[in-house]
């Protein structure tokens, strides 16, 4: 990760290899720790444009968690999270040799940011609904989790609306028009997601990863719409830019 934010791309992935080498002979495939540092691997291949064997490696990634985690867990959703990046990325590249196989990688990335918002939101709403019945008096742990699902659920939507956003151009490019309008709503949903935790409270002011993903998903989406609701989008926009600039300031000054 520090070769990483140093750009030093090279650096990382040999370390990544070597934690990857290591966690495989001490605990093998049947293990979550591994896992974790084959994910972290992929990520940087990814980074690096090699997107075939980033792909491969997420997917056995996700095959192991399969068989480790329950079938709902939020380290799936998130593996698919990855996976359809990594797909979509795949169809950028060919968008300019061939627009149809472009068009079928997406098809590809839809199916599994479909399921990885189903699980976020099964898992959100499940851990909702155990706060429900502790009285509101959830666990720092609980909430915890749920503001990483939370996370990984608006992820997902945004990741779904920009991918309908770039189908749609795809589809431009070939004399097809096509409105915005799935791209419209799921960012809507994105949208309504947070409001719906905000309003509820379990969203406290310093919650800046959660609201890093909801000003993404505001911005897609007012690049989509031109109505009267663009100015209370924009606004909307300035507040939680605000909000993040004094989350900040206040951890930098506490540092």
């Known amino acids: ?22 966690m495989e002979f001490s605990k093998g495939w049947n293990s979550l720790d591994t896992v974790i540092a084959a994910e972290d691997l992929a990520l940087t291949l990814q980074s690096i444009g090699r997107l075939r064997e980033a792909q491969e490696l997420l997917q056995r990634c996700l095959d192991v968690r399969k068989s480790l985690l329950p079938e709902n867990h939020i380290q799936i959703s998130a593996n698919l999270l990855h996976m359809a990046r990594v797909t979509m990325l795949s169809s950028s590249q060919l968008k300019k040799k061939d627009s149809c196989e472009a068009i079928s990688e997406l098809d590809k990335a839809k199916d599994l ?43 997902s939507l945004d990741t779904l609306g920009f ?32 409001k719906e935790f905000e309003e509820g409270g379990s969203i406290s002011s310093n919650s800046g990863a959660v609201k890093v993903e909801y000003l993404s998903c505001l911005k897609h989406l007012s690049s989509l719409i031109s109505d009267s609701t ?26």
Do not use: W
């Open 1 to 22: 990760m520090v070769y990483l934010k140093s750009n030093q791309p090279a650096e990382a992935e040999n370390a990544q290899r070597k934690i990857l080498h290591v």
């Open 113 to 155: 940011l479909s399921n990885s918002i189903r699980i976020a939101q099964h898992v959100v709403d499940k851990l909702k609904e155990n706060g429900k019945l502790k009285n509101h008096k959830s666990s720092r742990a609980t909430e915890r989790e749920r503001h990483a699902a939370l996370v990984i659920l608006l992820q």
């Open 163 to 194: 991918l309908e956003i770039t189908r749609h151009e795809l589809l431009k490019s070939k004399g097809e028009h096509q409105p915005f309008l799935e791209a419209e709503n799921v960012l809507r949903q994105c949208i309504s997601s947070f």
């Open 230 to 255: 663009l100015q209370e989008l924009n606004e909307e926009i300035e507040r939680v830019k605000i909000q993040l600039s004094q989350t900040h300031k206040s951890k930098t000054s506490s540092s």
